[in-house]
């Protein structure tokens, strides 16, 4: 499975961004990480075909996750932006994942090439 990331970019302080991520295959679950320099890769957020959500504590009531299965494509809706959300974004997929296991790096079968948000103060 390929997965191919857009939508980063730069923008203010509380402003607004959407990712996109096209897969070339449907997947169990669709998913977003992060990475910020020096960091380990976190997770974000997460669907899967169930329409069970998954977000992380950091940015629950700010971003949204959404699903358009029949386009193989996740989407994330970025609000409020903050600084500390600058990172460079990964899109993944997991052939399967368990309730806690879809918010593990570890679960993700496939990886996109990453997508950087920059978020200015």
């Known amino acids: 499975v390929q997965l191919q990331a857009s939508g980063g970019g730069l923008v203010q302080a509380g402003g607004s961004l959407r990712l996109s991520c096209a897969a070339s295959a449907s997947t169990y679950v669709m998913g977003w990480f992060r990475q910020a320099p020096g960091k380990e890769r976190e997770f974000v957020a997460a669907?899967?075909?169930?329409?069970?959500?998954y977000y992380a504590d950091s940015v629950k009531g700010r971003f949204t996750i959404s699903r358009d299965s029949a386009k193989k494509t996740v989407y994330l809706q970025m609000n409020s932006l903050k600084p500390e959300d600058t990172a460079v974004y990964y899109c993944?997929?997991?052939?399967?994942?368990?309730?806690?296991?879809?918010?593990?790096?570890?679960?993700?079968?496939?990886w996109g090439q990453g997508t950087l948000v920059t978020v200015s103060s």
């Open positions: 993944a997929a997991a052939t399967y994942c368990s309730e806690y296991g879809c918010y593990s790096k570890t679960s993700y079968n496939y």
């Open positions: 669907i899967n075909y169930g329409i069970r959500i």
